[in-house]
């Protein structure tokens, strides 16, 4: 796909108490079928399952009408919860 991906800039820690405000950043952009939709999650200092659980039902619902999922600018001690729970392997993940 080649159109601009619309980018969602996410700060601070994405937790239980934090996924709900996620998803409703993310729900708009899902419904109206968003040809590429690029996670920057270089402002998020920590996450935890709830968080990547937020990430994996976003990119699933996203790639399920053919669109496109990226996570951009994770931060090393991030990368590494992605990492423990091989996800890195599963999201397209770019710089």
Known sequence: MS?????????????LHQSA???????????S?????RVDLS???YMDSSGL??????MQRTQSYG????LAGIRPN?????QIARLDQVFRIVP
């Open 21 to 31: 405000q996620v998803l409703a950043r993310l729900d708009p952009l899902i419904a």
């Open 3 to 15: 159109a601009e991906p619309a980018v969602v800039a996410l700060d601070g820690e994405i937790d």
């Open 53 to 58: 659980a937020t990430m994996i039902d976003a």
């Open 67 to 70: 669109g496109e999922f990226a």
């Open 33 to 37: 079928r968003t040809a590429s939709i």
């Open 43 to 45: 402002g998020v200092t």
């Open 78 to 82: 991030v990368m590494k919860v992605f």
